[in-house]
């Protein structure tokens, strides 16, 4: 019987991230990413068989058509297509209203589009992707499975904003959370580590790349998450700024900044990239640092104490934890900022077990620390095979 194959997308305003992957295992039969959209130059590269492809993406008109374009070009040489059963595509934003994965129809589609307001920059790329891949796949059903969706099960003391209740009556102002399907799936993995069932488990989730955010998990269910009405809140990031007084966007609108300026202050240009003067990225922060540059090492400091204290205080909202769970980019590999971290919440028993943390990395998973201290642990996320998955069981 032949592989039932999901083709998972994942577009953005200027890329457009794909996967075949297998359903049942989980393994990527194909993998790629198109980006520079809206560009000179836009391109598109691909892994499949352990070769690597990269290609310029030509002509005019719409970059994510053209790019879906060359890979239905794809998929047909390799002889994928009979083997593709669905298309899943990750939605950044699903409100209030998608608590789950959900088949897409034009009602479907028009509220992603609807809900633009509150992802201006991910929901329009997203309902993109779902256009040209209907085009492409007419008789292919498609998935959209949302960030969101996991932590609709936080009950409203975790969700709620401390402002006018007419402000979430009228505009949906609250906490939703995003990285829904990274916490879904490590929880899942984790519990299967300590040979629990999820619906008994309790874990804290931290999920660190350029985005980051850490997620309480209760008998399985989200009940808090440190990312908020966007994904700017919470935990500081790579260009992000996280958690900042709300008062210092009066101070500097008094000062001449415009809306724009502000924004993209807080989204592009803080975060490591701020604190450092330096760069964005976790690896050049440690690099540097080793060098003795003290902009990099302030960011370290301050990243991983913030990190440290999202992670005690969701102990609070938990009546046992299981475990913490590092995952992401940085969570998996970077064994600098996994030390520091658990030497900050030594307080409460953990202690780092230095040849297990120095194995969990590059796609290793395990438990990093000592025996008899309470449990840390690296699960390297796949936030595909959780959307290939939830695509499959609604076929």
């Known amino acids: 019987m032949a592989n039932a194959y999901v083709l ?33 130059n836009p391109t598109m590269n691909w892994k499949y068989a352990g070769t690597k492809y990269d290609v310029s993406i030509t002509g005019g008109g719409d970059h994510h058509k053209l790019a879906i374009k060359r890979l239905v070009e794809i998929i047909n040489e390799y002889g994928l297509a009979e083997q593709v059963t669905a298309v899943g595509h990750r939605i950044v934003h699903g409100g209030e209203k998608f608590t789950k994965t959900i088949r897409i129809n034009e009602e479907i589609l028009a509220e992603i589009i609807k809900l633009s307001d509150l992802a201006p920059l991910h929901n329009p790329a997203g309902a993109k992707g779902i256009e040209a891949a209907i085009e492409a796949f007419p008789t292919l059903p498609q ?18 904003c401390t402002i006018s209740n007419e402000l979430y009556k009228e505009h949906g102002i609250r906490r939703y959370g995003f990285h829904g399907t990274s916490h879904y799936f490590v929880s899942r993995e984790a519990a299967k580590v300590i040979d629990k069932p999820i619906e008994e488990s309790s874990f804290i989730s931290v999920h660190l790349g350029n985005g980051a955010s850490v997620c309480a998990i209760k008998d399985g269910q989200s009940v808090d998450t440190s990312m908020g009405f966007t994904p700017l809140a919470g935990l500081m990031m790579g260009t992000r ?81 299981d475990a913490i769970i590092f995952t992401g980019g940085i969570g998996e590999n970077a ?61």
């Open 8 to 40: 998972v997308i994942n577009s953005g305003s200027s890329s457009l991230k794909f996967a075949v992957i297998d359903s049942q295992s989980g393994d990527a039969v194909l993998s790629g990413l198109g980006e520079c959209f809206g560009m000179s």
């Open 143 to 160: 998935f959209a499975v949302f960030d969101t969706a996991f932590h609709q099960t936080m009950p409203s003391k975790a969700f709620t």
């Open 241 to 321: 700024c996280g958690d900042i007084d709300p008062g210092i966007i009066e101070f500097l609108m008094k000062k001449g900044w415009t809306q724009e300026q502000i924004f993209s202050e807080l989204n592009k240009n803080s975060g490591f990239l701020g604190v450092s003067g330096l760069t964005s990225d976790a690896r050049g922060i440690l690099e540097a640092m080793e060098e003795g540059h003290k902009g990099a090492t302030l960011a370290f400091q301050v990243f991983t104490y913030r990190v440290a204290k999202y992670i005690a205080s969701y102990m609070v909202t938990l009546d046992s934890l």
């Open 335 to 395: 064994l600098p900022i996994r030390r520091e971290i658990l030497k900050y919440l030594k307080i409460f028993g953990y202690k780092e077990n230095e040849a297990a943390n120095a194995d969990a990395r590059f796609g290793a998973r395990g438990i990093i620390t000592e025996d008899g201290t309470p449990v840390a642990m690296v699960i390297p996320t796949n936030e595909e095979f959780v959307i290939a998955q939830q695509s499959a069981a609604l076929l």
